[in-house]
């Protein structure tokens, strides 16, 4: 059975309950990816991420963790993690070995993937919905409900043969039941309570305008781009007064290698109608009051430009031309003076 060392994960969870921090919904999950090249040749990739945020990283030729942030070891002691990092260093061990024995039983051909997900997600500090699931080669095949495995439609005949190995040991069922109802949980809210004060920051977008390519004759492509943002909850949108404009396209919102957020909002629009418009940012970090920036069209601005420039232009000219007058009436008459 591969999770059967696993076991050893429930008692080295530590005791007490995380404080109720979080407003929304977070997800913790643990990965363990293993390639199959060949019969002799295979690599394991594991880390742990709450969200798209990621956790853990893992040498997997040491079996050490790699902690990517500060609070990553959450309340657990040296022993602890290092008696984790042989459980999970043996848990990839027992994978390999597994499917390479059935490799014919189960149909399996190289060069193949398979990908163990388990996780947990927390709701106003109390855990929800626990999962474990397998897929091969990035197609569901197994999950773990109640107390026992069941296969995905997805799975065909494979699925349904590694489900009846699986559930031929009712103890190990019990155990994987333990790891997900109360383990994991566990885990995930150690892992809230240690990160809380990273977690719970408020970071301000940075927001800006620009053009992008031109859509077309007598069109411009607004972009509205709004940027270093912590948490990744925003709202963006481009406005003509008070009302919604239906065409803006939303980005995908990326990381930022500091933990910030980005994203960008277009607007297709006539040239003549982009006078008017505004793009309007709302974030947590903004205590309730929007950001709004107003579109120029470059246009007004090079007239504005001219506007103040030409007048200081003019205003020099004229006090060099009467600089220029003063020297010349002004000047002594020195000429023709009798010499004593």
Known sequence: MLFLQLVLLVVLLPDGDSEDAFQELVSFRIILTTSFYNHSWTQ???????????????????????????????????????EMEKIFYRYSIITISTCRNHISDWWLEYPFQVQTVMSCDSHFGETSVCLLKIAYQGTDHLSFQ?????????????????????????????ITK???SDTCPRLLLGLLNAGKTYLQRQVKPEAWLSTGPSPGPGRLLLVCHVSGFYPKPVWVMWMRDKQEQQGTQRGDILPHADGTWYLQVSLDVKLKE???????????????????????????????????????????????????????????????????
Not at 74 to 82: I, R
């Open 44 to 82: 394991n990739q594991g880390s742990a991420w709450l969200d798209e945020l990621q956790t853990h990283a893992w040498d997997n030729k040491t079996g050490a963790f790699i902690y990517l942030q500060p609070w990553s070891q959450g309340k657990f002691s040296n022993q602890e993690l290092k």
């Open 146 to 174: 109640n107390t026992s495995w069941w296969p995905s439609p997805k799975g065909g005949r494979r699925a349904q043969q590694v489900c009846r190995l699986f559930n031929q040991n009712h103890v190990s069922n019990e």
């Open 178 to 180: 333990k790891l997900l």
């Open 274 to 340: 982009a006078a008017g418009l505004s793009c309007r940012v709302r974030h947590s970090s903004l205590g309730g009051q929007d950001m709004v920036l107003y579109w120029e069209h470059p246009h007004s601005t090079g007239l504005i430009f001219l506007a103040v420039i030409v007048p200081l232009v003019l205003l020099a000219g004229l006090v060099l031309w009467l600089w220029k007058c003063w020297k010349t009436h002004w000047r002594p008459q020195c000429t023709g003076l009798p010499l004593e």
